[in-house]
């Protein structure tokens, strides 16, 4: 049997990538409008969470936590219906406009101050491989690097025996088997196992949460900002970020004209579309 | 979350978030405002991802049954696509459309006249009902209400002879997958209450079922403005002796929605109703319509057709009472359900919080249910249409081979009356009897007392059929290419949506597939699952030995349930897709 484990998640509200998304003049996504979602990388990060829990004895504790404007409290619930025990939102005007050495340095405050209140460090935080907004994939080492924890990227499959975490990750041309020591920070692949449904028991519990009193409702979901985790201001937000978007433009139209043949046999549809695509003739013999 | 684990239980659990159910919860919430003092849970359980993502429905509905249950639905902001300005039913030919005079229409069928009805998109208004209901639920503080979408119920759990809950979820944990209920409302379209209905053997008739396919279009700008204006048709694509008719509903914003509901006791074993619903876009009429017109929605769901003669014996059990399309509250003469759906939703709320002020939920507390809503003004229309489907069961050469006659009489010179005089020439004695048997029973209800007895749809499927009937149903060839799709491009519009490895259909026996492939094989015609999916899932395989295999792409399900109906020796069956998983049909 495995020691009790405090697992946390790091996650992130995106732009719904079903929705239609619009953009601010200056080339910005503008996020006001757009509709939102748990990033999908971060999805099977709380899987592998999850399923760590399992892994640890039984007084494991699992943890979810964001940074990001208010409303994305609604993906600190999704983590709740899934079986997380606590979650905690980093969420302050002055973080607008973080890179991801400010995201970095603000998360790991955050952390810190969770590490405290908990009354112990973490012995495993799982990250999604990158988010799809940003795609850096950087936030989850930066954080790593900074609490100075072991750090496994790109990870499909792990299991946890003796405080060693055995991984399995994504090299290029392969796989690596490593095993390092606890604590770890892993950022999970989209390779392994996607984001099982809610538990019923999970979802009557958030409704539960949600219809209780403000104080009963920070038992779960605590609201923070950047005094209460003790962070520099200076190094946070546009202030504490030195990437700077230049300029962003458009590499040229995408899609292009396309015309659709439906509506015939299928040999029909193949000879209709030679008859119009003069380059494609050039490949094919016909 | 503590370790020990408690039961799930709720006082009230509706399987469904069905117009009925969500009526139901609505109503009782108003009861409870009044009386705070007194407490109790609702859950509400809905196998779709979100509100109104599995519902497909029209639809007409008179306004009163809104102002009755939904007084506020004006201020409230319930979606209406459009007010009905006027309303048609027409006979459709090959080549031509004839509007029956609104003079005859009012005199001879006047459930058909609809002005004044609202028109609804039935997804969107469930979806709206399911908001109303969280808002309404905010305020009232003694009712703890739950919603559940993404939760089907699958199996139903009893305690005795008594209905105890649910299985909402296959975990292996009893404690976690099953919630307990004290009483359970079945507002579903069938999936789980045939179930009860078979265990408390409440059947008089089998229920009749049929299918309805409909598409959703955006008209081009310039196109003619058509909201408010509804048609009902009868007659071309389905010729082949089958019950069925087409609608077409102008809504708001210049969209459109077309079409076809096709009975399934029918002998036709290959009914391919999205096909028929394309060969209806073929018309020249509807082709005018939709130049230029861009493809919304598509979707299909079983419609039951039998009524009041199919009715179950009691509409409540121990701990359970069986609301909207569970009961089969469709009139199909007057082409309306709805009303009666929300009826019962709203007459069950009353029973349902007597019984929870009482903790009395037995059959005889309950039963007040069946009592109060067959006395309901609602239900004076469905009774004295009870002989429609009999009417044409007992005459089929009335849609077999009279209809086909006075269409082409319409074709020839746009108008019926040569075609029906042609009838009545070369059949005179015969024609007449049906003509006058058929009216008496669908204009004389109320002196006739004749039993009624029906056939389940999968008895009448006949491998014989004769193909030339079948034939009837395709239309001319020219069309404009993009109205007409493929049954693989039209599930795209369905917007399914899976997990890896659905297996929501059971197919209990594969020898049994074999022999029906065997059977329809050696007619040269298309087994029925195959041909009359509403999407692409069923299809033949050839497996080793070069034998043809029944096999199934369930990912493209839309979960309308025709498959289980008219399979020939009842060998399927549908259940609810996990996790919310299936269509989204939000908008249809």
Not at chain 1, 158 to 170: E, P, Y
Request: neutral net charge; hydrophobic residues 40%.
């Amino acid at each position: 049997m495995n020691k009790d484990l405090d697992i946390y998640v790091l996650i992130k509200q995106v732009p719904d990538t079903r929705s239609k998304a619009g953009v601010n003049p200056d080339g910005t996504i503008d996020r006001a409008k757009a509709g939102k979602m748990l990033n999908p990388f971060d999805a099977f990060a709380l899987q592998a969470g999850l399923n760590a829990k399992k892994m640890g004895g039984p007084n494991s504790r699992l943890f979810a936590v964001t940074m990001g404007p208010p409303p994305a409290i609604d993906i600190l619930y999704q983590t709740l219906e899934h079986g997380a025990d606590a979650t905690c939102i980093l969420s302050d005007r002055r973080l607008a406009a973080s890179d991801t050495l400010a995201t970095a340095y603000a998360l790991c405050r955050t952390l810190e101050y969770l590490f405290k209140k908990n009354g112990r460090k973490a012995d495993l935080i799982f990250c999604g491989l990158q988010t799809t907004d940003g795609d850096t994939a950087q936030v989850g080492p930066e954080i790593s690097e900074r609490l100075d924890f072991t750090q496994v990227t790109y990870c499909e499959d792990f299991s946890i025996s003796d405080n060693l975490l055995h991984a399995k990750k994504i090299i290029e041309g392969g796989t690596q088997l490593v095993s390092a020591e606890l604590p770890a920070l892993v950022t999970i692949a989209n390779s392994y196992t996607k984001l099982k449904f809610k538990s019923l028991r999970g979802a009557q519990f958030v409704q539960d949460v949600k219809r209780a009193s403000k104080e009963e409702q920070a038992k779960y979901v605590e609201i923070i900002d950047l005094d209460k985790c003790e962070a520099d201001e200076m190094r946070c937000g546009l202030n504490g970020s030195p990437t700077i978007v230049s300029k962003t433009w458009k590499i040229g139209v995408v899609g292009g004209n396309c015309k659709m043949h439906q509506g015939k046999a299928a040999s029909e549809l193949v000879s209709e579309v030679f008859k119009d695509a003069v380059m494609l003739k050039e490949f094919v013999k016909i | 979350m503590s370790n020990t684990k408690p039961r799930i239980e709720y006082d009230l659990v509706l399987v469904g978030a069905s117009p009925s159910n969500l009526t139901l919860a609505h109503t009782i919430l108003g009861l409870a405002e009044k009386n705070p003092e007194f407490k109790f849970s609702i859950a509400i359980l809905e196998k779709a991802h979100d509100f109104g993502g599995h519902i497909v429905s029209g639809a007409v509905v008179h306004p009163s049954i809104f102002t009755k249950a939904f007084p506020d639905h004006i201020k409230d902001g319930m979606p209406i696509e459009a007010i009905c300005k006027k309303s048609y039913v027409s006979l459709m030919a090959y080549h031509e459309k004839w509007d029956i005079p609104s003079i005859l229409t009012r005199a001879a069928a006047a459930d058909f006249v609809k002005e004044g009805y609202y028109i609804l998109t039935l997804s969107n208004v469930v979806a709206w009902m399911a908001e109303n209901l969280k808002a309404k639920a905010a305020q009232v503080s003694n009712v703890k209400l739950d919603l559940f979408p993404g939760f089907p119920a699958m199996e139903i759990i009893y305690e005795g002879d008594k209905v105890a809950g649910l299985r909402v979820d296959r975990t292996g944990n009893d404690e976690d997958d099953i919630v307990y209920s004290k009483l359970t409302c079945f507002g579903d379209k069938g999936f789980l209450s045939k179930d009860l209905i078979k265990k408390y053997d409440l059947e008089t008739n089998p229920q009749i079922w049929s299918v309805g396919v409909k598409e959703t279009w955006q008209l081009a700008e310039d196109s003619e403005n058509i909201e408010g204006k509804v048609w009902h048709t009868l007659g071309y694509p389905t010729l082949d002796g089958t019950l069925g008719g087409g609608f077409i509903y102008g809504l708001k914003n210049r969209r459109v929605t077309i079409g076809l509901v096709i009975s399934l006791d029918s002998s036709n074993p290959n009914i391919h109703p999205q096909k028929q619903l394309q060969e209806y876009k073929k018309h020249p009429w509807l082709q005018k319509m939709l130049k230029g017109a861009e493809l919304m929605h598509y979707g299909a769901a079983v419609l039951p057709e039998g009524g009041y003669a199919s009715l179950p014996k009691k509409f409540q059990v121990d701990g359970a009472l069986i609301l909207g399309d569970a009961l089969g509250l469709l009139d199909v003469k007057a082409l309306a359900g709805v009303d009666k759906a929300i009826e019962s939703g709203y007459i069950a709320a009353k029973v349902a919080y007597e019984a929870l002020k009482a903790n009395d939920f037995s059959e005889a507390k309950l039963s007040k249910y069946q009592s109060s809503l067959m006395a309901s003004p609602y239900m004076d229309k469905f009774k004295e249409n009870r002989y429609f489907r009999k009417a044409f069961i007992e005459n089929p050469e009335l849609l077999r081979d009279y209809l086909p006659e006075v269409l082409s009489s319409i074709d020839q010179t746009k108008a019926p009356v040569l075609g029906g005089l042609k009838v009545g020439v070369q059949n005179p004695f015969k024609a007449t009897k049906a003509f006058l048997r058929s009216a008496s029973l669908l204009n004389n209800a109320k002196e006739i007392k004749e039993e009624v007895v029906y056939k389940p749809g999968y008895q009448h499927i006949d491998p014989n059929f004769n193909k030339v009937l079948m034939d009837r149903c395709h239309g001319g060839d020219d069309f404009a290419k993009t109205t007409v799709y493929s049954r693989e491009d039209a599930v795209f519009y369905a917007n399914t949506r899976y997990d890896e490895h659905p297996s929501h259909i059971d197919e209990f026996n594969s020898d049994t597939c074999l022999t029906c492939i065997k059977t329809y094989e050696a007619k040269s015609l298309d087994v029925p699952c195959v041909s009359d999916c509403t999407a692409e899932v069923h299809r033949l395989d050839i497996s080793s030995g070069n034998i043809k295999v029944h096999a199934m792409s369930l990912e493209n399900c839309v979960q309308c349930r025709t498959c289980e109906l008219i399979c020939p020796e009842q060998n399927l069956r549908v259940n609810p897709a996990y996790a919310g998983a299936g269509p989204d049909f939000k908008g249809l």
